[in-house]
């Protein structure tokens, strides 16, 4: 089945440049999302990259898709004291928009 | 806007209770989903819903029912709670299609004594 990992814990200084990483087994993934989760919230998508692209940028954040290492990766700019959440990538494979999560990275950032 | 609304944020039951859990979306989305997130294992898909009165079960439906009688409302049953549900419930909407994002609720966090 799928299966998507990411690990645990980033921590950070402000103004420094984080990136979250995200491997998955699916090769037939079409969609792959970010999504950001503050304390408290629900889930806020931040952005996602189709299968055939390399790399979407948008604003500070710079995702980088290797399809052939099945590996994703969030690059945030000038990480900010508001940026402090936890990270879920996720994959989509076909019609129907069942996601599989993985299990988030909490990105800790230090004044 | 996209508003996912969840009846409660916080939630306390007993062991052997029955426990609803509602779920509106206000954008005539046709998908909805209910995942449990749980510390160190992200988020899990219990059950989801394509069409009014249609389910399918996701990767942990034990111990859960769905119903989804109008459109906008999609609701999870636990007919009798147990303590290993205690968990964050997070409900999310989206459009057909694997291209249209999910948009989620804020969560209910269910706490099973």
């Known amino acids: 089945g799928e299966d998507v990992e990411q690990s645990l814990f980033l921590s950070v200084r402000e103004g420094d440049s984080s990136v979250i990483n995200c491997t998955y087994t699916d090769s037939s993934s079409t969609y792959l999302y970010w999504y950001k989760q503050e304390p408290g919230a629900g889930l806020q998508l931040l952005t996602y990259i189709f299968s055939n692209m390399d790399m979407k940028q948008d604003q500070r954040l710079t995702v980088l898709l290797n399809k052939k290492d099945k590996h994703l990766s969030l690059r945030i700019a000038d990480t900010q004291t508001g940026d402090s959440a936890i990270y879920f990538c996720?994959?989509?494979?076909?019609?129907?928009?069942?996601?599989?999560f993985g299990g988030g990275t909490r990105l800790m950032v230090k004044p | 806007d996209v508003k996912v609304t969840q009846s409660s944020r916080y939630l306390v039951k007993r062991t052997g209770e029955k426990v609803f859990l509602e779920c509106v979306q206000d954008m005539d989305h046709e998908n909805m989903f209910w995942y449990r997130q749980d510390p160190g294992l992200g988020l899990r898909l219990i059950y989801f819903s394509y069409d009014v009165k249609m389910k399918e079960k996701g990767d942990i439906p034990e111990g859960y029912s769905v119903s989804r009688e109008k459109k906008e409302r999609f609701s999870l049953i636990l007919e009798s709670a147990s303590t290993n549900q205690t968990s964050m419930y997070l409900c999310?909407?989206?459009?057909?299609?694997?291209?249209?994002?999910?948009?989620f609720g804020p969560g209910t966090r269910l706490t099973v004594l």
């Open positions: 996720a994959e989509s494979i076909t019609a129907g928009n069942m996601l599989t």
């Open positions: 999310a909407s989206s459009l057909s299609g694997a291209r249209d994002t999910q948009y």
